[in-house]
């Protein structure tokens, strides 16, 4: 609902302060929820990069909230890796549908013809990382020289909610979960 999006932009803090990279997801798309979020945000399939004096990091962020990530985002990313992914030291991709399934649920998976792609790009691009959120239950995969991270869900009361955190240092890329 426009309300929620409303609220959302209420608390995040301003561009300057801590700069905001939404991810939309199956639930942002209701009520409307597209128009509002594109209103607020622009696209919803970006990249953005992190540079330091040592190396410069690519993160892209993909559009799976419809349930699929369709052929135009595929050939977007496709024509990214081929032309920039070789100026990066790590790749860090974001989406929302969780690629894996550790149990049984009744959520949509990505088409497997898109995932047979996906994976064929993490290898071939070298891919570093892909973080995912959908079903909310926290798990790591490491499949190939990828990590496969899906979050847990964020939600008041819930024993595990809490955020991923992302940190290379001395070169290095790490990560921790970190509950609220």
């Not at 985002?73 to 974001?94: H, S, V």
Request: aromatic share 14%.
């Amino acid at each position: 609902h426009k309300e929620d999006y409303d609220t959302f932009i209420e608390h995040i803090p301003p561009q300057d302060v801590l700069t905001t990279f939404p991810v939309i997801g199956n639930h942002d798309l209701y009520f409307d929820g597209w128009r509002e979020n594109n209103k607020n945000f622009g696209s919803s399939t970006y990249l953005f990069t992190v540079s330091t004096p040592q190396a410069k990091d690519l993160y892209i962020c993909l559009d799976s909230g419809s349930g699929t990530f369709g052929a135009d985002q595929m050939n977007w990313l496709r024509e990214i890796l081929q032309k920039q992914r070789k100026n990066y030291r790590y790749c860090i991709l974001f989406t929302h549908n969780n690629l894996f399934r550790i149990r049984h649920t009744t959520s949509t998976n990505p088409f497997v013809e898109e995932l047979y792609v996906l994976m064929e790009m993490c290898v071939e691009y070298q891919i570093d990382m892909v973080v995912t959120g959908h079903d909310h239950k926290k798990n790591e995969v490491i499949l190939g020289n990828t990590t496969h991270i899906t979050m847990d869900a964020l939600l008041d009361g819930f024993k595990d909610a809490g955020y991923f955190k992302i940190q290379i240092k001395d070169g290095t890329l790490d990560y921790e979960f970190v509950n609220l």
